[in-house]
């Protein structure tokens, strides 16, 4: 018999994951009849796993596999596994045993081991910050430079150069002061016709129309004074 890891990579197992074995039993000198292999594993109990039981096997009965006969110098390959539990302890080995045993043969004992190994710490990726960096900011060494300052736009200035400063002086106090008190006088409304005209060199023509609307006015009053009367009509003879 021989029993072993089943693959190199086989060789270690986490806690949740199954331990597989691999059986190999075979016979020398003679056939082999009513062959059985039975598993069994230490303290399975303490170690927080399942109990053997087989993958592969003509006829699988609990952790019992029968073979029925085997014939000379004939190996027959049978696999086996143990179920590891979450809550299992580490570094240590699982070891599985199996026996095998025929009519009229010696029975022989074979033995595997398979190392229960914590799983590994996963490495951060390249965006998970860092411990204790506070969200993942680059350090202020690795920042960017900021930008220069802009150039200014040819003719653009502060808008504020755009109006005059006024600054109040004692003289425009005083007017604002003489302003104020204008607005308080009364104001005394005259007639049109008691002013004089807003340019003196409108007077000759003024002068003029008067002239002639005053001739207009004695012709059309002499000849209403010098038109004929009309005799009154007699009556007709009868």
Avoid at 73 to 87: F, G, N, P, S
Avoid at 95 to 103: D, F, N, Y
Avoid at 134 to 159: E, F, K, N, Q
């Amino acid at each position: 018999m021989s029993v072993q890891p089943f693959g190199k990579s086989a060789a270690k197992v986490r806690p949740g994951q199954t331990a597989t074995y691999i059986v190999w039993v075979w016979t020398t000198g003679a056939d082999a009849k009513n062959v059985t292999v039975d598993l069994s594993t230490a303290d399975s109990k303490i170690k927080r796993t399942s109990a053997p039981s087989f993958s592969i096997c003509p006829d699988a009965s609990g952790t019992r596999c029968t073979l029925g006969t085997l014939p000379k110098d004939q190996a027959d390959e049978l696999q086996a596994r143990i179920a590891v539990w979450k809550i299992a302890g580490t570094g240590k080995n699982l070891t599985l045993t199996a026996t095998a045993s025929a009519k009229d043969a010696k029975p022989f004992r074979a033995n595997g081991d398979v190392a229960v190994v914590a799983a590994p710490t996963p490495s951060p990726s390249p965006s998970d910050p860092p411990p204790g960096d506070g969200g993942g900011l680059p350090p202020p060494s690795s920042l960017p430079p900021l930008p220069p300052d802009p150039v200014p736009i040819s003719g653009a200035s502060d808008p504020a150069g755009l109006f005059p400063t006024v600054t109040p002086t004692a003289s425009s106090a005083a007017s604002s002061g003489r302003a104020a008190s204008h607005h308080n006088t009364k104001v005394r409304a005259t007639a049109e016709g008691s002013t004089l005209p807003l340019n003196t060199r409108l007077i000759g023509g003024q002068l003029a129309g008067l002239v002639i609307l005053a001739a207009a006015i004695a012709i059309a009053v002499a000849r209403l004074s010098f038109r004929p009367q009309r005799p009154d009509s007699t009556p007709d003879d009868d």
